[in-house]
């Protein structure tokens, strides 16, 4: 049968999906009910699965062809965001990786219904997506070192994407943080001469930050966003500040270059008045780095679905895929697909619809089966 006539035969099942995974919405690291529920409908269908990769909710599956040949891998998340709702905390899958995880889902039991003739098939459900540690933690597991290519996807808002368009290079830009600690002299309010103020050093330091300037032709920016200084007397000279600078470029080469002149900005800020300082970079993610070929089949799927393809889609959040690239060494494309979502990712009001998830289901199915049966 023809792979798009296996995902629509499915359909019943790939709702039912849905709908299970959007009603048990888990922590980042805790997604127990979701993994336990994924890693049973992929050993139904015939999946060799690893849960628990690296100790954590991670899953992979495998699903061997009739021949060897290459590893082909859909990544899937599966974490729901925290809210505040009434004073208590709760998980809400407010950025669609119940939506995500169904696609990746439905396309795998397709494709195994289906069979496959030449290569491997990877399922990989990732935990802790939204606190980007998940993506590294599956590579972590060794897992994945013979996965040749890889395609994710993720639902995008209505100002990037609408119902029935799609993009094959959703392309996320490179975050990170930058951590000051300043080291400056106490003294008496009278007697500012015989200290090294810290707020003196971070005001230079903000405005040092402010005057960095790269390649106007990548899009980029770096910010203060936290300044803790004084407040111990108010006449005491404050010996001590903490800062925090955020950090993003839509390249990972222009990122490069925005850490090293952050750095240099908040060292040289400091020394103007005397200042020593601690620099420490922390945490973030690359931007996206897809492969050309990878992009290309992915946006053949695309049209066989949808009939035209939408050009890369640039936009400044971060997503830890592509770890999976930069770290991992896969080759990647990574789908961006129009749900009518509003008002955005993120929100816990967020609606779109539901239509969109058999459409990915498709796109998926049809890059796999096309890359594995053909
Ligand atoms: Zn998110
Ligand atoms: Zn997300």
Same mark, same amino acid.
């Given at each position: 049968m023809e792979i798009l006539k296996i995902v629509e035969s499915l359909k019943d099942e790939v709702y039912s999906i849905y709908n299970h995974l959007h009603s048990i919405p888990e922590k980042s690291w805790e997604e127990y009910k979701t993994s336990e529920f994924i890693k049973g409908k992929l050993e139904e269908a015939g999946f060799n699965v690893t849960a628990n990769v690296n100790n954590t909710t991670g899953i992979i599956a495998v699903l061997k062809g009739k021949e060897d040949g290459i590893v082909y891998s859909v990544r899937a998340d599966m974490d729901a965001l925290m809210f @505040?709702?009434?004073? /208590?905390? %709760?998980a809400v899958h407010a950025c669609s990786h119940d939506a995500n995880s169904t696609m990746a889902l439905a396309a795998a039991l397709a494709v195994a219904k289906k069979g496959i003739k030449k290569g491997t098939l990877k399922m990989v459900f990732q935990p802790a997506e939204e606190v980007l540690g998940g993506a590294e933690s599956m590579l972590e597991s060794g897992l994945l070192s013979d996965v040749d290519e890889m395609v994710g996807i993720h639902l995008r808002p209505i100002q990037e994407a609408k119902l029935n368009q799609a993009t094959p290079a959703l392309s996320h830009g490179a975050s990170g943080f930058m951590n000051a600690t300043i080291k400056g002299l106490n003294s008496h309010g009278a007697r500012p001469h015989l200290g090294i103020n810290a707020i003196?050093?971070?005001?230079?330091?903000? @405005?040092?930050?402010? /005057?960095? %300037?790269?390649?106007?032709s990548v899009p980029y920016s770096v910010k203060t966003t936290k300044f803790i200084a004084g407040g111990s007397a108010p006449n005491v000279i404050p010996d001590k500040a903490e800062m925090v600078f955020d950090m993003r470029a839509q390249t990972n080469e222009a990122m490069e270059e925005l850490i090293e002149k952050t750095k240099q900005a908040i060292i040289n800020g400091a020394k103007t008045v005397g200042a020593e300082v601690e620099v420490e970079h922390r945490g973030g993610v690359p931007g996206a780095a897809h492969d050309k070929d990878v992009v290309n089949r992915t946006r053949e799927a695309i049209i066989e679905v949808l009939g035209e393809a939408m050009d890369p889609i640039i936009t400044p959040g971060g997503e830890d895929f592509h770890y999976y690239s930069t770290?991992?060494?896969?080759?990647?494309?990574?789908i961006g697909l129009g749900a009518d979502l509003t008002p955005g990712l993120h929100s816990i009001d967020m609606v779109y619809n539901k239509e969109a998830i058999l459409t990915g289901a498709k796109i998926i199915a049809v890059a796999v089966d096309s890359r594995l049966n053909s």
């Amino acid at each position: 049968m023809e792979i798009l006539k296996i995902v629509e035969s499915l359909k019943d099942e790939v709702y039912s999906i849905y709908n299970h995974l959007h009603s048990i919405p888990e922590k980042s690291w805790e997604e127990y009910k979701t993994s336990e529920f994924i890693k049973g409908k992929l050993e139904e269908a015939g999946f060799n699965v690893t849960a628990n990769v690296n100790n954590t909710t991670g899953i992979i599956a495998v699903l061997k062809g009739k021949e060897d040949g290459i590893v082909y891998s859909v990544r899937a998340d599966m974490d729901a965001l925290m809210f @505040n709702v009434d004073g /208590a905390e %709760k998980a809400v899958h407010a950025c669609s990786h119940d939506a995500n995880s169904t696609m990746a889902l439905a396309a795998a039991l397709a494709v195994a219904k289906k069979g496959i003739k030449k290569g491997t098939l990877k399922m990989v459900f990732q935990p802790a997506e939204e606190v980007l540690g998940g993506a590294e933690s599956m590579l972590e597991s060794g897992l994945l070192s013979d996965v040749d290519e890889m395609v994710g996807i993720h639902l995008r808002p209505i100002q990037e994407a609408k119902l029935n368009q799609a993009t094959p290079a959703l392309s996320h830009g490179a975050s990170g943080f930058m951590n000051a600690t300043i080291k400056g002299l106490n003294s008496h309010g009278a007697r500012p001469h015989l200290g090294i103020n810290a707020i003196d050093a971070g005001a230079a330091i903000v @405005n040092a930050i402010n /005057a960095i %300037k790269l390649n106007p032709s990548v899009p980029y920016s770096v910010k203060t966003t936290k300044f803790i200084a004084g407040g111990s007397a108010p006449n005491v000279i404050p010996d001590k500040a903490e800062m925090v600078f955020d950090m993003r470029a839509q390249t990972n080469e222009a990122m490069e270059e925005l850490i090293e002149k952050t750095k240099q900005a908040i060292i040289n800020g400091a020394k103007t008045v005397g200042a020593e300082v601690e620099v420490e970079h922390r945490g973030g993610v690359p931007g996206a780095a897809h492969d050309k070929d990878v992009v290309n089949r992915t946006r053949e799927a695309i049209i066989e679905v949808l009939g035209e393809a939408m050009d890369p889609i640039i936009t400044p959040g971060g997503e830890d895929f592509h770890y999976y690239s930069t770290k991992g060494n896969i080759k990647t494309a990574y789908i961006g697909l129009g749900a009518d979502l509003t008002p955005g990712l993120h929100s816990i009001d967020m609606v779109y619809n539901k239509e969109a998830i058999l459409t990915g289901a498709k796109i998926i199915a049809v890059a796999v089966d096309s890359r594995l049966n053909s």
